[in-house]
């Protein structure tokens, strides 16, 4: 089993930036691609960023220009640079991962999602 835990929302004015990070734990053997979603109030939780192992990256066309996303593989980290944020970027934020896991000599994919992290962007 893979858990995620995310950190660094919180409230910041338009204009302004803030970084996520989540760290990945557990019997991990390996992790593909890590990402980043949102959700707003009333609407779907969307892809906002996705980085694969190799580190190509792939964003949504609301965020590019303004978003960036790195991941420190040696440490199963992702990290999400979020600046120039409007307030249509309010949501919360969910940190995803999906590779393969280790344990009693079997080798599982697993795909894993963290608690969120919200982000208001507001004056």
């Known amino acids: 089993q893979v858990q995620l835990v995310e950190s660094g929302g919180g409230l910041v004015q338009p204009g302004g930036s803030l970084r996520l990070s989540c760290a990945a734990s557990g019997s991990i053997f390996s992790i593909d691609a890590m990402g980043w979603y949102r959700r707003a109030p009333g609407n779907q939780r969307e892809l906002v960023a996705t980085?694969?192992?190799?580190?190509?990256?792939n964003y949504a066309d609301s965020v590019k220009g303004r978003f960036t996303i790195s991941r420190d593989n040696a440490k199963n980290m992702v990290f999400l640079q979020m600046n120039s944020l409007q307030p249509e970027d309010t949501a919360v934020y969910y940190c995803?991962?999906?590779?393969?896991?280790w344990g009693r000599g079997t080798i599982a994919k697993f795909t894993s999602w963290g608690q969120g992290t919200q982000v208001t962007v507001s004056s």
């Open positions: 980085v694969t192992s190799a580190g190509s990256t």
């Open positions: 995803n991962a999906a590779g393969r896991t």
